[in-house]
């Protein structure tokens, strides 16, 4: 899920936040929940916010199950509003299908599979938080993991020294924190930490971006701009997603780790940069090479220092300790008194498989204190699929499927291009349910599949296990 060009959080609180000329004594908030993420949307009366597939919806999922522009929020008056847009189905308050309604603070609709919640905050709105990512302090890191202890031990040494650093794991097991953990902890902590997605990166404006450009250079130059390496100048630059640059972007970043200078777009100087580089991705670097998708030089530049970061199914020691520091942010952060989580619903969440791993615990913790109505967390307050699949084997689930698909594509003969797509295939699915340890609604979001696909695959392939 993402927040269009033209209606970024960030967007939509700055021009709350700068315009004091209108203040008022409320602002409304709606809270937008899906299976991997949580998104906040200050409301403005300057303005509607439509949820939806489409391009021009101001907050856009690709979600099967949204309509392109599904539903309408409003805040008018100190009232918010919502408006079903004529949505394959439908917008849902307090389980019925309602055309419209007005809405109060706590309310939860259903827009598809997305769960989206309404409050109303009391006083104006702070000033926006600075641009530079925060350094994390003690009370950020959770370490109780022998795996996570020994990286933090890396962490530590590799910290003073300006070596390049790439930090490899599945999406959501903390990648950046680690990285903001190398930069607080060395000499640099006092200088710029600059982030950026490199798989958010336009292609074409990649190089502008990181290196800048003179005005003129292109057409929209029409001011200089200075890239983020001159930004981070004597600090250090964290690209992650570093997988996701175009082979020319590649060639532009070897060339300034390796001369440590950059030239802006359009200018012919070259300026000396002292830049830390660390790196991160979720791909598989040494494939992507094979493919030509990704340079051998730059992997050897970047990998100086490689830190491979678990998966939370790997240290699921950590998951309560990452409860308790989710939920005393998410009860500060909604201003709730919610102090505790019920054992049974800590034991669920030990159990279930993470394919989101640390970004979607938190996530869960953030939905859970937000829609409890007491001062203890329970199993009631959890998304549907965790509670389900809590209750299977997972272990079991695991080896079953993953075995028996193996096994098929062992099997299998091989002797025309359908069947060995076919083995493909099979191999894919059965990575998938490892990785997920066998939670078959896991496995489909991995694949990028609806939960229904992935039943008629396993079934076509004549996989039976445990649900």
């Not at 340890?437 to 696909?453: D, F, K």
Request: proline residues 4%; glycine residues 6%; positive net charge.
């Amino acid at each position: 899920m993402e927040l269009t060009e033209n209606s970024t959080t960030a967007d939509v609180i700055n021009r709350n936040a700068l315009d004091r000329s209108v203040e008022t004594t409320k602002r409304a908030a709606i809270i937008v929940f899906s299976p991997e993420t949580t998104e906040t949307v200050i409301l403005s009366p300057e303005r509607e916010i439509v949820i939806g597939r489409h391009q021009t919806a101001d907050i856009r999922s690709d979600d099967p199950s949204l309509s392109r522009r599904h539903a309408l929020f409003r805040w008018n008056h100190d009232r918010v509003t919502v408006r079903d847009l004529s949505s394959r189905n439908g917008t849902w308050l307090r389980g019925k299908k309602i055309e419209s309604a007005e809405l109060s603070s706590g309310d939860i609709l259903d827009i598809g599979t997305l769960r989206v919640g309404v409050t109303l905050m009391e006083g104006v709105l702070k000033d926006p938080a600075p641009s530079n990512t925060t350094v994390p302090t003690r009370e950020d890191f959770v370490v109780a993991n022998p795996k996570m202890r020994e990286i933090y031990r890396q962490v530590s040494l590799a910290a003073s020294n300006k070596a390049t650093v790439l930090i490899l794991g599945e999406s959501g097991t903390g990648k950046e924190h680690i990285a903001l953990a190398l930069h607080s902890m060395g000499y640099r902590r006092n200088k710029p930490f600059k982030v950026i997605n490199c798989g958010s990166l336009p292609r074409e404006l990649t190089e502008s971006i990181l290196f800048g450009h003179e005005k003129g250079s292109f057409t929209g130059a029409t001011n200089r701009s200075v890239g983020l390496f001159e930004q981070a100048d004597g600090g250090t630059l964290f690209l992650d997603e570093v997988g996701e640059l175009s082979r020319t972007a590649q060639i532009a970043l070897l060339r300034a780790l390796e001369t440590q200078t950059i030239t802006r777009l359009g200018s012919g100087r070259e300026i000396v940069i002292d830049v830390r580089v660390i790196a991160a991705t979720h791909r598989q670097l040494d494939n992507m090479i094979e493919s030509g998708a990704f340079r051998r030089d730059l992997l050897y530049r970047i990998n100086t220092i490689t830190i491979e970061v678990p998966p939370l199914r790997e240290r699921r020691d950590e998951i309560a300790p990452l409860v308790g520091l989710f939920l005393r942010r998410a009860s500060e952060s909604w201003g709730k008194s919610v102090k505790s989580i019920q054992p049974e619903a800590l034991a669920k969440l030990e159990q279930y498989a993470w394919p989101g791993n640390i970004r979607q615990l938190r996530n869960v913790i953030e939905r859970s204190v937000f829609l409890c109505r007491g001062e203890e967390i329970s199993s009631d307050d959890f998304p549907r699929d965790i509670v389900d699949d809590a209750r299977s084997d997972t272990k079991t689930t695991s080896l079953l499927l993953a075995d028996s698909l193996k096994q098929n594509a062992i099997d299998a003969p091989a002797n025309s291009y359908k069947e060995r797509l076919r083995e493909r295939e099979i191999d894919t699915i059965a990575e998938a349910l490892q990785r997920t340890c066998g939670n078959r609604r896991a496995a489909a979001r991995l694949l990028h599949m609806p939960p229904s696909t992935l039943r008629y695959k396993l079934g076509s392939y004549g996989i039976k296990a445990k649900k």
